[in-house]
């Protein structure tokens, strides 16, 4: 039975997200010259969004549905290494597959914490300042939390 309504959660995610970020537009100069890893863009070769838990990816479908445009992924999976040398926590989301540094072009990150703040699928908000992108990862909330923990900025 517990399987049967995993299988329906992720069939209505899915159709609730996917078909959205599929209209979601790549056009401008913003996205010439980007990779893209497993159907993600990313801002460089070292990002992996190769290992991302479908529950990230859902919620990176469902920005990109709602903002209309894909996002660009500055860190996705991180090993131990390469946590290390981009100053990550020893705990860090990146290493379990949960976590997202992004940008969408052509949306100001204000209105990209908004979103993040009222989206039930954030667990994690980490907002930067004076970087251009935001942290999001799907940690479970705290019991009591009515929105993601913040950190960094936020």
């Known amino acids: 039975m517990r399987s049967i309504a995993l299988i329906l959660a992720c069939t209505l995610a899915l159709t609730g997200c996917m078909p959205m970020a599929m209209f979601a537009n790549s056009n401008g100069a ?5 990779g893209n890893s497993f159907g993600t863009f990313v801002s460089s070769r ?13 919620l990176i479908w469902d920005f ?12 996705g999976y991180r ?7 981009a100053g990550g ?3 860090s989301y990146h ?3 949960m976590a997202a540094d992004f940008y969408i072009p052509g949306v100001d ?3 990209l914490i908004a979103y993040a703040m009222r989206n039930d699928g954030v667990g994690g908000l980490g907002c930067y300042p004076g970087r251009s992108f935001i942290h999001i990862d799907v940690r479970d909330r705290p019991r009591g939390y009515s929105r993601p923990v913040t950190f960094s900025g936020c």
């Open 30 to 34: 913003s996205y010439s010259g980007k």
């Open 46 to 58: 070292e990002v992996n969004a190769f290992c991302i838990t479908p529950k990230l990816r859902f």
């Open 64 to 75: 990109e549905g709602h903002f209309g445009k894909k996002v660009i992924m500055n860190s």
């Open 79 to 85: 090993d131990d290494q390469h946590n290390s040398s």
């Open 89 to 91: 926590q020893d705990n």
């Open 95 to 97: 290493k379990k597959c």
């Open 109 to 111: 990150k204000s209105q």
